[in-house]
């Protein structure tokens, strides 16, 4: 579902580089000829605004997830639950959904042992979704999620940029086995981490969309100092055909992070992706005041500073979707 027609910025060159000394711009993928890439520039084409979706870890939950258990698994013992997650995203409107695999790289399954299941618990997260986009119409994009692999880069920490590049790329060609329409490397606070997520999806899948999100949570920054001017600009030069930010302490935060990202590169297509305010911890359970009409007017305002694509992240539920599609509808 797209709503409220808004001017959109025109995209850069391939040449153009935005880069402050963090690396060289790379293509754009946009005009690749490939199925994925005629899908993305289709639901780009009307310039009006896109509905994502919300958060699994939230609904997981709510099923009875248990807290420290990893969800991919979920996608193999309880495919039922997920793909029902899905659905309600789907009915909510959104246009962009994101596979169950946050936390599906080798380093972060390696806490549970799982670190041999990449490839099935990644394809399988793909094909869920997948089957319920097609069952819904098609009318939806795939988007295959990476987060942060769970480990700090050198020289800070011990995870080297050869290894990282691995890792992501170990996950992403899974994810491109299972049918994903583009990926989506989210929750980065490190630039770093983000060059090396970018490098191994293009390893394995140059031609496929990119979006790209970092979450600005330490008063207006990342958590390793990063300002949502320098990832913009690092994020457009890397190649990602829509860059922003995602998770955080909640829409007023955010906000202000997408106005000085579409000041500093006014032709990026952005993204804005909150969580539904501050957590408060309850019974061992994060639990978000944010109810969905006062999200959802929220939202507005991140589209009014300059987001293409809006969705939500921790707390939100489709009844939030569902208030922030009206809320843009009308």
Partial sequence: MTFSRRPRPERR??????????????????????????????????????????????????????????????NLSHPDVVRRIHRAYLDAGSRILMTNTFGGNRLRLGLHRLEGRVAELNRTAAILLRSEVDAAGGNALVAGDIGPSGAIMAPVGTL???????????????????????????????????????????????????????TFDTRGYTMMGVSPEQAARALWSWGADAIGGNCGNGPDELIPVVAKMRAAVPEALLVAKSNAGMPELVDMRAVYRAEPSAFAAQALEMRDAGATIVGGCCGTTAAHLAAIATQLGG
Avoid: C, Y
């Fill in 13 to 74: 060159s391939s040449t153009d580089d935005h880069a402050s000394g963090n690396g060289t711009g790379s293509a754009r993928t946009a005009t690749v000829d490939s199925p994925q890439n005629a899908r993305w520039r289709a639901l780009l084409a009307s310039g009006e605004t896109i509905l994502a979706d919300g958060a699994m870890g939230t609904s997981l939950f709510a099923e009875g997830l248990q807290f420290g258990d990893p969800p991919e698994v979920w």
């Fill in 160 to 214: 080297n940029e050869d290894e990282a590049i691995d890792v992501f790329a170990e996950q992403a060609a899974a994810l491109v086995a299972g049918g994903v329409d583009l990926i989506w490397i989210e929750t980065m606070s490190d630039l770093a981490e983000m060059k090396a997520a970018i490098a191994g999806v293009r390893r394995v899948a140059p031609e496929i969309p990119l979006i790209t999100t970092m």
